[in-house]
């Protein structure tokens, strides 16, 4: 069966950081692209960052560049999304897509 789990989301306070992780199970993600998608109460639903497979490279909205940052554990089958200088504007679902499926998401709250 399989599933993504997404994690370590909450609130922070403007400046802070947090680290979500995407743990999937059911099949081998180490070889495919993986993805960060965010979606804000009214608003598009926009691609955070990206993740290639083999090669690990790498990109990014440029809403977030040089603030988050996406990386892969292959071995954990997981994948991360660091995020740091956090704005309120970052508020959001957060979610992971890898092989076409999705994650159900995890909330990201930046407010003081």
């Known amino acids: 069966q399989v599933q993504l789990v997404e994690s370590g989301g909450g609130l922070v306070q403007p400046g802070g950081s947090l680290r979500l992780s995407c743990a999937a199970s059911?099949?081998?993600?180490?070889?495919?692209?993986m993805n960060w998608y965010r979606q804000a109460p009214g608003r598009a639903r926009e691609l955070v960052a990206a993740i290639s497979g083999p090669g690990g490279s790498t990109i990014y909205a440029d809403s977030v560049k040089g603030r988050f940052t996406i990386s892969r554990d292959n071995a954990k089958n997981t994948v991360y999304l660091g995020m740091n200088m956090m704005k309120p504007e970052d508020t959001a679902v957060y979610y992971c897509v890898i092989g076409g499926y999705r994650g159900p998401g995890t909330q990201v709250t930046v407010s003081s």
């Open positions: 059911g099949f081998i993600a180490s070889s495919i692209g």
